[in-house]
């Protein structure tokens, strides 16, 4: 189970830091990750992140603002968003997919497990 937290309303310019919390089994080299999915637009990759942390990749129009971490111990993901912008209204999933040690995250992440999403508006 995935369960996801922090969205709101924010104003463009601000900052939101979204969590995501692993349960209910073992998440042992499972890559995580974030999409979205703005109203009457196809859901999109954001960011992932490997087990170790040591490789992460970002969509073109979140690199420099987003970052993902992980906290293993704590089975959780985050997403600090800076200098959010309009066009980051969505609802944020978090998701994961097993990935062999040593393999390196890319946009092509295709989860096995999905949370249920947290709403996050940014007005103008």
């Known amino acids: 189970q995935l369960v996801e937290s922090g969205g709101g309303l924010v104003q463009a310019g601000g900052s939101l830091r979204l969590s995501c919390v692993a349960s209910?089994?073992?998440?042992?080299?499972?890559?995580m990750g974030w999409f979205r999915q703005a109203p009457g637009k196809e859901r999109e990759f954001v960011t992932a992140i490997s087990w170790s942390g040591g490789s992460t990749y970002y969509a073109n129009s979140v690199k420099g603002r987003f970052t993902i971490s992980r906290n293993n111990a704590k089975n959780t993901v985050y997403l600090q968003m800076n200098n959010l912008k309009p066009e980051d209204t969505a609802v944020y999933y978090c998701?994961?997919?097993?990935?062999?040690?040593?393999?390196?995250?890319?946009?092509?992440?295709?989860?096995?497990?999905w949370g249920q999403g947290t709403q996050v508006t940014v007005s103008s």
């Open positions: 998701a994961t997919e097993y990935l062999p040690p040593g393999t390196q995250v890319t946009n092509t992440f295709n989860p096995d497990y």
């Open positions: 209910g089994r073992a998440f042992t080299s499972y890559a």
